[in-house]
């Protein structure tokens, strides 16, 4: 499927604007991360006690972290855009500090909002476990006999329908009354014996601080890793100057999305590294394919000038990188819009990094390709030019040296050879007189 055929448009015309909002993006997510301190990397890398928490209405930030900050200094909080949700993460030091500070800040939570309990149990809080020991004597009090596997059965079937039909938050009793095998006695005696906070905690993650450095280092260093395998193979597969523009335009895809994360005060974590990855390869794979397009060219239009074959190669491969790159942006952004905060982060990070990896393997790589090109001919030229210079001087130094006295040997020089003297013959006759021989042709002796 061919989208455009025959198109000729004037791609790095435009270099220029594209470089510059590049460049201004860049230092954009520079300063941020600057004046905040680095990334913000969630408790997969810094270590700590993260909670998500649900409210059945508007949830009371500021009170929530006035409680906090004084059980659990150094607290932040954050409410889930679009949500009644929040996200709590405490900082830990010591390994030791992680379960501790996950049962403060349940605890904390619990002596707000679920008031006057009296020891009750929360049943928006609580697990199959708890809730069938809460049951199991004030059934038994109310004469309705339940074996254990039944009493099993009906808290599990409580939580399911908690969980998966009112989103983790059940406002009233009277809404299990639909559940299977809740009978009303089973309705009062929860009533009686537990009661309803105001929220739930759908997630409570721990992870301790050195875990949490080492899963940093090794996600840098991956990266690391396949940026220098690319350009390796990318070398031997084209020239040096091809790995060096295609890596290049890969760093400013990288950057510009961890620096759009610290605009939106978006967290760092191991999920958004695999987007990173998965960004590092599709950038690249649409570079090799404008590149691998260039040196075909190179070979069929050697009298065109490099600017204007990139700018055809670009052309030629103009419906693929639609094609593709809008497909893997629609996917991307359904991910962002329908996935969800717990894939929010890698599909923020696929959605900007598709936007800028694509324009980059033209507006990015292609001039660093033409620059880095430009300066390898001007190279060759001036050592062509060198050698020209060196072979048209050396006859004129070879002659000067012959034509020069000083530089002229003795011992070569030949002694003048004196030629015979040559006497005429004299021939005698019988009488005695002689006279000069005849010389010519017609002589005879």
Not at 316 to 328: A, I, K, M, N
Request: glycine letters at 8%; a positive charge; charged letters at 20%.
């Amino acid at each position: 499927m061919e989208l455009f055929k025959n198109t000729d448009f004037d791609f790095l015309k435009w270099k220029w604007p594209f470089i510059t909002a590049s460049l201004v993006v860049t230092a954009a997510g520079f300063i941020s991360l600057a004046v905040k301190g680095g990334p913000h990397y969630g408790i997969d890398f810094s270590g700590g006690a993260q909670m998500r928490l649900r409210f059945n209405t508007e949830p009371p930030l500021a009170k929530i972290r006035a409680a906090l900050d004084q059980k659990v200094p150094g607290s932040t909080l954050q409410q889930i855009t679009g949500a009644q949700e929040v996200e709590v993460v405490t900082p830990i030091k010591d390994e030791k500090e992680l379960n501790a500070n996950r049962q403060v800040m349940e605890d904390t939570l619990r002596g707000m909002f679920v008031e006057g309990a009296g020891g009750k149990l929360d049943v928006n809080n609580s697990s199959v476990e708890t809730l069938s020991a809460a049951l199991r004597e004030p059934l038994l009090t109310a004469g309705v006999a339940l074996s254990e596997m039944q009493l099993t059965e009906v808290a599990t079937n409580i939580e399911d329908f908690r969980n998966k039909e009112k989103g983790g938050l059940l406002k009233t009793f009277d809404e299990l009354s639909s559940v299977k095998g809740v009978t009303p006695q089973i309705i009062e005696a929860l009533k009686k014996q537990c009661v309803l906070g105001p929220f739930t905690i759908l997630s409570a993650d721990v992870v301790g601080p050195k875990i949490g450095a080492d899963l940093r280092n090794q996600a840098i260093e991956a990266t690391l890793y396949a940026l220098a395998a690319m350009l390796v193979y990318i070398w031997f597969r084209f020239e040096w100057i091809y790995g060096l523009a295609a890596v290049v335009a890969v760093f400013h895809d990288t950057l510009i999305t961890i620096g759009l994360f610290s605009l939106f005060n978006k967290e760092i974590s191991l999920t958004v590294v695999a987007a990173l990855l998965t960004l590092v390869g599709y950038s690249m794979n649409d570079t090799i394919v404008v590149f691998d397009r260039i040196r075909e060219n190179l070979k069929i239009l050697r009298r065109e000038k490099l600017e204007r074959l990139i700018n055809i190669s670009v052309n030629q491969t103009l419906s693929r990188t639609v094609l593709t790159s809008g497909l893997t942006l629609i996917t991307a952004l359904s991910l962002w819009i329908f996935g969800g905060e717990v894939l929010n982060g890698f599909s923020f990070a696929l959605v900007w990094g598709i936007i800028f990896g694509t324009y980059s393997s033209v507006f990015i790589a292609s001039p660093i390709l033409i620059f880095g090109q430009n300066i390898i001919d001007r190279r060759r030229a001036e050592s062509a030019g060198a050698a020209k210079v060196q072979d048209v001087s050396s006859p004129g130094l070879k002659s000067a040296a012959l034509k020069s006295p000083s530089m002229k040997s003795p011992s070569l020089k030949a002694p003048a050879v004196k030629p015979p003297e040559l006497k005429p013959v004299v021939k005698k006759e019988a009488g005695g007189g002689s006279f000069p021989a005849k010389t010519g042709k017609g002589s005879r002796g």
